[in-house]
């Protein structure tokens, strides 16, 4: 299995239905960019957050994002908590 994350992510993407395509790619966004600022906090600082408190951190960026404006993933943020 050579598949990358950006074969899996276009590939998914093609196959999901249009109307929840651009959530999905945010999400897809949002996490990657988290997992890689905890590994960051974990290289550079030699702190950690379990996998719920990463878990927790996502969900709030989500509501922050619905409550700034972004309202498709209103339906979405339910799914993480």
């Known amino acids: 299995m050579d598949d990358t994350l950006a074969d899996w992510w276009l590939g998914t993407s093609n196959v999901i239905h249009v109307d929840v395509r651009k959530p999905f790619d945010f999400i897809v966004l949002l996490v990657t960019w988290e997992i890689w600022k ?3 906090r974990r290289t550079f600082d030699g702190a950690s957050r379990s996998c719920s408190l990463l878990l927790k951190r ?4 989500m509501e922050s994002w619905v409550a700034a404006g972004y309202r498709l ?3 979405l943020v339910h799914l993480v908590s």
């Open 38 to 40: 905890e590994r960051n």
């Open 58 to 61: 996502i969900q709030e960026e």
């Open 73 to 75: 993933l209103s339906p």
